[in-house]
């Protein structure tokens, strides 16, 4: 028997698995395995959101040109230039059939989002990755890498799941040792936690040529990653292309209402900022007072390092974290097995978090 057969390179995609959600037989438990917002949506949002229920019968504005005029305006942005998809990854996949194929190569670092190979992969071209420093996107290993292979360059900045940074002077030297034929695409989905005064998402970069990509998501500070909505700022000739291989209604009705609901909500997204700016350094301070190795930190969540020793090991530790109802990432899919990720959470799910890791750490 013949069974339909799939183009080569799709059956060596390993299929990206969320964070779970629960636990079998636990009522209440504690997910940081995501990097979902600690205070979940705007109430604003919500009631934009639930606003849409009669309305479901009705196609979405294909265009999305309301979200676009709030996201330019809350941005300083050309709305013109802004396309939105289901998520930002459907952008990134987007931009990966439109300018990569089979035997082109997709660059990016050694640690940097899964989506990446997988998106790569799909389109038939090969993923590569450039050697980090100490955990950090070196732009002279991706700049080495570069060959005529080379379509398009991903840099998540801050980075998925190390949370580390490159400024924007490094940014811009990447961009400036780059071809001009091959786009950089600038994943800045962690970028409203940021407050370092040499980051920068890369708006300037976009405007000033037409080789640059920048991607932001609601999924993160915005907490709106169940609705699956993302944007990416583009020079007007990549956003022409994106909007020709995009689907006609890639964004539902409801998840635009949501989007610009929570665009207007300022006092919220400050209070999620604030929120962040306050339990990530006390997080970080906890564990590390327990011995534990911690990567310094720009976005709302933490990369923990474990001891190699099996009892003591990352593995251990998610299985304990588990037994007291809190779900954290094992690390294992991104070549950092000995590491877990965990989300800045609630006041009480990061006090949860230390008690547990504290115990685990001094159990005999």
């Not at 700049?143 to 080379?150: D, F």
Request: glycine share 8%.
């Amino acid at each position: 028997m013949s069974l339909p057969t799939p183009r080569p390179g799709i059956m060596d995609i390993a299929p990206y698995i969320g964070g779970d959600s629960k636990i079998p037989g636990v009522t209440r438990v504690i997910k940081l395995a995501s990097n979902e917002g600690a205070l979940g949506p705007s109430p604003r949002a919500q009631a934009a959101y639930a606003k849409m229920a009669s309305e479901l019968h009705r196609y979405p504005d294909g265009s999305c040109a309301e979200l676009r005029q709030a996201i330019g305006a809350k941005y300083g942005l050309d709305p013109a230039r802004i396309v939105c998809g289901a998520g930002s990854d459907e952008l990134l996949g987007l931009l990966c059939r439109a300018y990569c194929g089979p035997g082109d190569e997709v660059l990016y670092s050694q640690h940097g989002f899964l989506m990446y190979a997988i998106a790569a992969k799909s389109a038939g071209a090969t993923p590569v990755t450039a050697p980090e420093t100490n955990l950090t996107t070196s732009v002279d290993a991706l700049l080495a890498k570069v060959t005529a292979k080379t379509k398009i360059v991903f840099v998540a900045n801050p980075n998925n799941p190390t949370g580390t940074y490159i400024s924007a002077d490094e940014m811009k030297r990447l961009r400036q040792g780059l071809p001009e034929h091959v786009p950089l695409v600038i994943d800045a989905a962690y970028a409203e936690y940021v407050t370092r005064n040499d980051y920068s998402a890369g708006v300037e970069l976009v405007d000033a040529g037409q080789n640059t990509v920048m991607c932001r998501t609601f999924s993160k500070i915005y907490a709106l990653g169940g609705v699956r909505l993302g944007w990416a700022y583009a020079p007007a000739n990549i956003a022409d292309v994106l909007n020709r291989v995009r689907n006609p209604f890639n964004v539902p009705a409801p998840a635009q209402a949501a989007g610009v609901a929570a665009l207007a909500d300022d006092e919220f997204l400050n209070l999620c900022r604030a929120h962040n700016d306050m339990w990530l350094p006390w997080l970080t301070n906890e564990l590390r007072g327990l011995g534990l190795e911690v990567v310094p930190s720009v976005g709302n969540f933490i990369l923990v390092r474990f001891a190699k020793e099996p009892a003591k090991n990352a593995d251990a530790a998610d299985k304990f974290l588990i037994s007291k109802g809190i779900i954290a990432r094992k690390m294992v899919p991104y070549g950092l097995g000995d590491c877990l990720r965990i989300t800045i959470g609630t006041d009480e799910e990061n006090k949860a978090v230390v008690a547990a890791l504290k115990e685990f750490v001094t159990k005999k």
